[in-house]
């Protein structure tokens, strides 16, 4: 039963690894820059690009502030729509909004995930960071546009700065306006489309190919000889956790995680010592996932001696909530797909 919800776990982590990996190979090879982290939680669900966008602030490297709202005559706004197309203009600053000035007329790509978000205008990878629902920032290298989200302006309104600026930056007597912005050739748009098919295809093929190799591992033939030495070493372990939990430094261990005090640092090290002669298989398999801060590493330690996350808060001398999201970007952290606490508890439990 343990190996099945291992191998369960282990599928979806390559599943969903490839298919990330591969898709933001797409990005990196149209755009031929890199993804910024995005490490903000407070992001949900409903956050969409597109809409009215205001700038209301620049913040400089210096730790310089400046409000670009108050006192000026003209307000700066993007207009994203949902056609990969976005405006720029400057609206004057009174409740008609006129007149303007346009600005940009480009083309963007936006992908956000809950830990990665992926920004292109102009053909360029940007640094661009949501904040929270209604605002984002920009990185422009020497300062960060904060743009927010503003629904004020009327849709009528909105498509007519649209057209005013589409108009204004089209071939005009002959010669280009100087609000020029070089737009993608329907060459790049095929080649684009392309791309992403073969990419897709690729991304299909992989899976599958992941999907065979461990089944196919699964059904390799198994010896007598192969059944002996896993059940001698399944004896040899469970003999191992056996002697641990009926000794005597485990019965006070438990006493001193449910009664304190807190655990010192040599006392973790114990404990840590202890462990891995217990349960060598869960800290082998922890170790093959990936690399684990003191604290993680301290919370997984507990998790499988089956202590409760408000005696783990303590020890750790953390929140009680705090325990919980460190659980769940655990799982995240191991497997590469979102995951509960309890998603984590169950894993840790079937090591």
């Not at 909105?158 to 993608?184: C, D, F, M, N």
């Not at 896993?230 to 939990?245: A, L, R, S, V």
Request: charged share 30%.
């Amino acid at each position: 039963m343990k190996a099945e919800k291992i191998y369960t776990m282990e599928t979806k982590r390559l599943t969903y690894s490839a298919t990330r990996r591969l898709l933001l190979c797409l990005v990196f090879m149209s755009a031929g820059c890199g993804v910024s982290q995005d490490d903000n939680q407070d992001v949900t669900e409903d956050f969409s690009i597109v809409g009215t966008w205001e700038l209301n602030e620049l913040q400089f490297l210096s730790g310089q502030r400046v409000d670009v709202r108050t006192g000026y005559e003209y307000v700066w706004y993007r207009f994203y729509e949902d056609n990969g197309t976005y405006y720029a203009a400057e609206l004057n600053n009174s409740e008609a909004r006129k007149p303007l000035k346009p600005h940009e007329m480009s083309e963007y790509f936006f992908m956000m995930s809950p830990y990665d978000t992926v920004y292109i205008e102009h053909g360029r990878m940007t640094d661009l960071k949501v904040m929270d629902n209604h605002t984002i920032g920009i990185d422009r290298g020497d300062y960060v546009e904060i743009y927010v989200k503003r629904n004020e302006l009327s849709s009528e309104m909105v498509s007519e700065i649209e057209r005013s600026v589409e108009s204004a930056l089209q071939p005009a007597h002959g010669r280009k306006t100087q609000y020029i912005v070089p737009a993608s050739s329907a060459t790049d748009t095929t080649n684009f489309w392309i791309l992403l098919v073969a990419l897709v295809a690729i991304v299909c093929a992989g899976t599958l190919y992941i999907l065979y190799r461990l089944r196919s591992k699964r059904k390799e033939p198994v010896t007598e000889k192969d059944v002996e030495e896993e059940t001698e070493k399944e004896q040899d372990e469970e003999h191992c956790e056996q002697k641990f939990i009926h000794s005597d430094y485990y019965l006070a261990l438990r006493q001193r995680l449910y009664k304190g005090p807190t655990l010192k640092h040599d006392e973790w090290e114990e404990l840590e010592m202890q462990m891995k002669r217990a349960y060598p298989v869960f800290f082998r398999e922890l170790a093959e996932k990936c690399q684990f801060s003191e604290v993680e590493l301290r919370v997984c330690m507990l998790t499988k001696l089956g202590i409760p996350p408000s005696a783990i808060a303590i020890h750790t001398c953390r929140e009680y909530s705090s325990i919980s999201s460190i659980r769940s970007r655990l799982y995240y952290k191991i497997f590469g797909i979102k995951g509960s606490a309890k998603d984590l508890d169950e894993f840790i439990q079937n090591l």
